[in-house]
DNA sequence: TCCAAATAGTTGCGCACGCAACTACTTAGG
DNA sequence: CCTAAGTAGTTGCGTGCGCAACTATTTGGA
């Protein structure tokens, strides 16, 4: 086990910018969706359903996409589903399942908040960045995620 | 409140993304670590002793650096503690404060794993990366951190 | 000098999460 | 068929975190 290169001057920066940033940029999103009442995980909840077919989905593949556990799902669903914002539909062809369906009064909410939850994404992130920063930015995560696919 | 502009596919590609790989990148190397019985916070908390002035730090300055409530790092210090990893020592000059200070075990222990780290950061995230995708990361997230700064 | 305000750290409490175990149902192989 | 293995979702439990309240100490005016 060799020791590997450590991190020149660039490498540094993006690897501590990241790991230090992150959790700042997520948090004052997260207190901007405060307002509202949701939390960031309800938010992607939300705007999951509202992008697919029927604005529904099945739990199980929401969980994935949320990168949720089933039984992180579970609990996150009451809080949506106590809200009215979401509820929860039997599946008639496989009664184990079911699908997370985005209520009418969901998707008004959805409408009004996300608007405000662009600006807040804007102003704190992509607007603060140049063409060339958001192209790179976008090819690096698409090649880390890719790297995690074949990996785990 | 006029309506922001959408993002258009560089955008949204940055955004979603960032906010669907870093939490799977967070979790890769978090599983990484577990093999030294460490999880993140305690290696975060360990690196940053390891790099500070006689290898301690006030615990407010520590808190602040790791991002983590006061109280976080009380308990989060309880864990490294009961391992010898770390030790509080009393602020002669301020009775009220404390520091974190590493011991030699926690010292020896963290030049063991730091290049095994530092090999999965590699493999998991800088090594897949060119040059100008690792300076925009760099530059991205300073510009992100200066606006945090200065808006809160 | 003295007391109000600020600061350092800890503790009680509640919340969100993952893991493991469980129930209920579906699917595959004999 | 019928049973074993797999899958969907929920629940019990433990963990890590932040907030608010608390103690102890320091500091900054009147």
Known sequence: MAIPRWLNEAEMNAWLGFITTTPDLMNAIERDLGVFGLDAGDYQLLAMLSE???????????????????????????????????????????????????????????????????????????????????QALGSAFAKINAHLRTTG
């Not at 604005?55 to 809080?79: I, N």
């Open 52 to 134: 697919a077919q029927d604005h529904q989905l099945k739990m199980c593949d929401l969980a994935d996409t949320l990168r949720l556990s089933r039984s992180g799902l579970t609990r996150r669903m009451d809080g949506v589903v106590k809200a009215k914002y979401v509820e929860r539909i039997q599946d008639k062809d496989d009664r184990r399942a079911s699908f997370a369906h985005l209520t009418a009064k969901g998707y008004e909410f959805l409408k009004k908040v996300a608007p405000l939850h662009l600006k807040d994404v804007r102003s704190r992130m992509i607007d603060l960045l140049n063409e060339s920063e958001i």
